[in-house]
Nanobody, 116 residues
Framework: EVQLVESGGGLVQPGGSLRLSCAAS????????MSWVRQAPGKGLEWVSS????????YYADSVKGRFTISTDNAKNTVYLQMNSLKSEDTAVYYC?????????WGQGTQVTVSS
């Protein structure tokens, strides 16, 4: 059974930092493409960042470039999203996504709230 379990969300003040984690199981993590996607209140899904687990190539949305860093630990089957200099507009539910072979998997999401 495929599982993606996100953690690390919470309430943080503007300018603060959080690190999200997504622990994966049930598929070959090292052969997958991992992404973070977010959904702000009342809005649609927004792609944030992607990384291929078999390489170090990472990609970012313009809205987070220079502030967020995606990384993987293949030994732990985990993908991370380090979020710095957080803004109120980063408030959203953050979802972990995995694409492996022709399959697309999603986690349950973790809430990030940026507010003073």
């Amino acid at each position: 059974e495929v599982q993606l379990v996100e953690s690390g969300g919470g309430l943080v003040q503007p300018g603060g930092s959080l690190r999200l984690s997504c622990a994966a199981s049930g598929f070959t993590f090292s052969s997958s493409a991992m992404s973070w996607v977010r959904q702000a209140p009342g809005k649609g899904l927004e792609w944030v960042s992607s990384i291929y687990s078999y390489s170090s190539n990472a990609y970012y949305a313009d809205s987070v470039k220079g502030r967020f860093t995606i990384s993987t630990d293949n030994a732990k089957n985990t993908v991370y999203l380090q979020m710095n200099s957080l803004k109120s507009e980063d408030t959203a539910v953050y979802y972990c996504n995995a694409v492996f072979s022709t399959h697309d998997y999603w986690g349950q999401g973790t809430q990030v709230t940026v507010s003073s």
